[in-house]
Structures are given as C-alpha cells and as structure tokens.
C-alpha cells in the first residue's frame, strides 16, 4: 500500500482543515488507518485511527471532539476532518495503515509523506 496525505495549510485559531490520505494498491481495504503527527522538536503521536471496515474509531484525548477520522474504501481514501483548531495542533500530519487497529507508531507497515498544519494564534 502506498499512502499519500494532503489538504494541509496555514489557518487561523478556530479555523477547520480537512486532511486527505490517498492510497494505492487492491489491499487497502483489507487495512486499519490511524493519522499521525509530529510537531516540531516532539516525537510522533497518535491522533486518530479507523478499522478497516470503517466500524469502530479511537481519537486520542487532545484532539476528541474537535477532530473525526473516516474513510471511504470504494475511494481508497481517508480523512481526517479538523475543526476547532488551535495553535498545538501545527505539525505535520501522517498518515499510515497497519493490519492491527493500533495507537502504537510502529504498528504500522505504511506511511505517507506528511502534510504540513499551521495554526496561527
């Protein structure tokens, strides 16, 4: 599977950003999704994964009701739906399948080249 993200920019506090993730190969239905990030001089984290199915989602707690993961298969794509934005969500944004439905980075096999997020105060 190969995965490319973008939808990225520079948006002001408050401001909402729709994050893609397109993927490529006949297998990406058959993977779980999680989106990433990585802020600068921090390490990479979790912010929200989808099973492959599209049945279940687990956000982690900084970006819970401001941020919604989904997908469309049929597409082979995925999103990331960011509203509510505030100036520590800047970093650039991943984002990667796994065959395990995991928060853990190296649980997944794949990962696209990053979308750069700003927020601005």
């Known amino acids: 599977v190969q995965l490319q993200a973008s939808g990225g920019g520079l948006v002001q506090a408050g401001g909402s950003l729709s994050l893609s993730c397109a993927a490529s190969?006949?297998?990406?239905?058959?993977?779980?999704v999680g989106w990433f990030r990585r802020a600068p001089g921090k390490e990479r984290e979790f912010v929200a994964a989808?099973?492959?199915?599209?049945?279940?989602?687990d956000v982690s707690d900084s970006v819970k009701g401001r941020f919604t993961i989904s997908r469309d298969n049929a597409k082979k794509m995925a999103y990331l739906q960011m509203n509510s934005l505030k100036p520590e969500d800047t970093a650039v944004y991943y984002c990667?399948?796994?065959?395990?439905?995991?928060?853990?980075?190296?649980?997944?096999?794949?990962w696209g080249q990053g979308t750069q997020v700003t927020v601005s105060s």
């Open positions: 990667a399948a796994a065959r395990s439905f995991s928060r853990y980075r190296y649980d997944y096999d794949y």
């Open positions: 989808i099973r492959w199915s599209g049945a279940s989602t």
């Open positions: 190969g006949r297998t990406f239905g058959n993977y779980n």
